[in-house]
T-cell receptor, first 113, second 114 residues
């Protein structure tokens, strides 16, 4: 029944140790987004894919990368996590880009030790 | 550039009381406007969406919002708060000259007292 699935729900990593978060969707939507959300703040868009086209936000650090091997899956790679990268990471999808409702996964909470 | 302002980072109401969460946007053209709700340790869920079809938009869980162009507002209301309404609420704007990107407000945390 779940439409946007994120694994794991909680991830603990060490300072500087690469980590990958995963997202999958059953909606067959063209667009997939990754957001970073820190405590009591609005979600901050990191990047999005329209189909296979990757779109990076200008202020997204190089430390963050993403892969979308197919329509259903999208990954967020953090190459060298710092303490400041501890946050909730939200994956979302939308059918098309313009003015569409976004469907969010439950998020992955990342803790960096 | 588009922006969204939510007045009040925290709102507290008694159970059964009116809920009013304020949202103002800036846009040179009528945008698409959204209210999302986020429960603890969950993703965001759409409450309702304004797409210019009607200025009063009804959403899930008894919430509604009214688009007022003259005030550039899109306030969220519910006549009678329930304990289960306690959550974080985000107003968002998309479309128009902002293109696809959805801009979220800073959020308003709603507390419901018994």
């Amino acid at each position: 029944d779940a439409m946007v699935i994120q694994n794991p729900r909680y991830q603990v990593t060490q300072f500087g140790k690469p980590v990958t978060l995963s997202c999958s969707q059953t909606l067959n939507h063209n667009v997939m987004y990754w957001y970073q959300q820190k405590s009591s703040q609005a979600p901050k868009l990191l990047f999005h894919y329209y189909d296979k086209d990757f779109n990076n936000e200008a202020d997204t650090p190089d430390n963050f990368q993403s892969r979308r091997p197919n329509t259903s899956f999208c990954f967020l790679d953090i190459r060298s996590p710092g303490l400041g990268d501890a946050a909730m990471y939200l994956c979302a999808t939308s059918r098309e880009q313009q003015s569409e409702t976004q469907y969010f996964g439950p998020g992955t909470r990342l803790l960096v030790l | 550039a588009q922006s969204v302002t939510q007045l009040g980072s925290h709102v507290s109401v008694s159970e059964g009381a009116l809920v009013l969460l304020r949202c103002n946007y800036s846009s040179s053209v009528p945008p698409y406007l959204f209210w999302y709700v986020q429960y603890p340790n969950q993703g965001l869920q759409l409450l309702l969406k304004y797409t210019s079809a009607a200025t009063l938009v009804k959403g899930i869980n008894g919430f509604e919002a009214e688009f007022k162009k003259s005030e550039t507002s899109f306030h969220l209301t519910k006549p009678s708060a329930h304990m289960s309404d306690a959550a974080e609420y985000f107003c968002a704007v998309s479309g128009g000259y902002g293109g696809f990107k959805t801009i979220f407000g800073a959020g308003t945390r709603l507390f419901v007292k018994a």
